[in-house]
């Protein structure tokens, strides 16, 4: 190959003998394929070089995200407020944001860790000829490796964002939740957790039924008795939903759980006894597990104090409380 003194790129200057006589002979063999490849090569190295960098940026700027989320999440006053009626949702909130941000985390740790070996290759040079890398039909270059743990993550920003927005928008229903909720508990239809725990099972069931009424149920049975059959309280929705609910109410809220067995037994009445339509039991207690895993596999709504005091204290319906929908289905349909 004749070097041209006056090109725009010519071989630097080599003081040592050796070096000047082996790049002369490399210079001296080499063909247009030789050059073809070193410059692919050094292309190649240089995109994958960039990429792994974008990876390491995308990730650094997630990390940064979490660090940022975890400290809002701790926030006792988070955006000026102490959410006193809404700070449990409020977690619930960060809390899938910040498994978001892991779990995007994760899969940008893996495409980095596969890149990264990927550009390991790629960068080394190979012991063969250059050339044969870049032979008719080859497409085995690590870059392919890189560019596809690029792709894979591509899409995360725009994850990461509709998250943002989601989140925003969830702060924002959640601020509007806890006004109407402070405002409902100073007002004369709020009953403590604390006043219903001094009602006596009477009292407590008459609680119930003008719970239901003020959600604008027609109260069929304000309270049980002698003969009930375990239901309580009887209302139907405005689109004709027969609502049958059981109450347990206790003095001792803190240590009151109503068991797996209370629970099986309303099941045996509810719908074959009352035609229920909507089974429901309420305690100022709580539910043992097997209780909530037993209603939820036979589509019995729990209300423990938690609930409770979201129905009763904060003013919000049985329907955003147990997540009924306010018209049946097949009322939904028609309208």
């Given at each position: 190959m004749?070097i ?12 040592d ?8 002979d490399?210079?001296?063999?080499a ?10 090569w050094v ?14 940026r995308q990730r650094?700027?997630?990390r ?5 989320l ?6 006792s006053y ?30 940008i ?9 990927a550009?390991e ?15 008719p ?11 596809e ?10 994850r990461?964002?509709a998250?943002?927005?989601w ?20 007002s ?6 604390r ?5 006596d099972?009477?009292d ?20 049980g ?7 309580d309280?009887i ?9 049958v609910v ?12 109503v ?6 037994t309303?099941?045996?009445t ?8 909507i089974?429901?039991?309420v ?10 895993d ?8 729990l ?5 409770l ?6 003013g ?5 409380v ?6 049946s289905s097949?009322?939904?349909a028609?309208?």
């Amino acid at each position: 190959m004749i070097i041209e003194r006056d090109a725009r790129v010519v071989p630097p200057r080599y003081p040592d003998r050796d070096v000047r006589r082996r790049m002369g002979d490399a210079l001296g063999k080499a063909d247009e394929a030789d050059l073809l490849a070193a410059y692919l090569w050094v292309q190649e190295v240089s995109i994958g070089r960039e990429a792994c960098t974008q990876l390491r940026r995308q990730r650094d700027a997630l990390r940064r995200n979490l660090e940022k989320l975890e400290k809002l999440r701790s926030d006792s006053y988070f955006r000026g407020r102490t959410w006193d009626f809404t700070r449990a949702e409020l977690d619930l909130v960060f809390d899938e944001f910040i498994k978001t941000v892991n779990d995007e985390l994760d899969l940008i740790g893996r495409c980095l860790e596969q890149a990264s070996l990927a550009f390991e290759e790629l960068s080394t040079l190979p012991e063969e000829d250059l050339s044969t890398r870049y032979a008719p039909g080859r497409v085995d270059s690590p870059l392919n490796t890189i560019a596809e743990q690029w792709d894979e993550i591509a899409p995360s920003t725009d994850r990461f964002e509709a998250m943002n927005q989601w989140a925003l928008a969830e702060a924002d229903r959640l601020e509007a939740v806890d006004d109407r909720r402070n405002l409902f508990a100073q007002s004369q239809e709020s009953y403590s957790l604390r006043r219903i725990q001094g009602f006596d099972g009477k009292d407590f069931e008459l609680l119930v039924a003008w719970l239901t009424q003020r959600d604008g149920m027609k109260v069929i049975r304000q309270h049980g008795g002698t003969g009930d059959r375990g239901a309580d309280v009887i209302s139907q929705t405005p689109d004709g939903r027969r609502v049958v609910v059981q109450c347990k109410q206790t003095s001792r809220a803190a240590k009151h759980m109503v068991t797996s067995t209370n629970v099986q037994t309303f099941n045996g009445t509810a719908r074959l006894e009352h035609k229920a339509d909507i089974a429901l039991m309420v305690t100022n207690g709580t539910f043992s597990e097997p209780a909530r895993d037993f209603a939820n596999d036979h589509a019995i709504h729990l209300i423990g104090a938690t609930e409770l005091e979201r129905w009763a204290t904060w003013g919000d319906s049985l329907y955003q409380v147990v997540g009924l929908s306010q018209a049946s289905s097949s009322e939904a349909a028609a309208a």
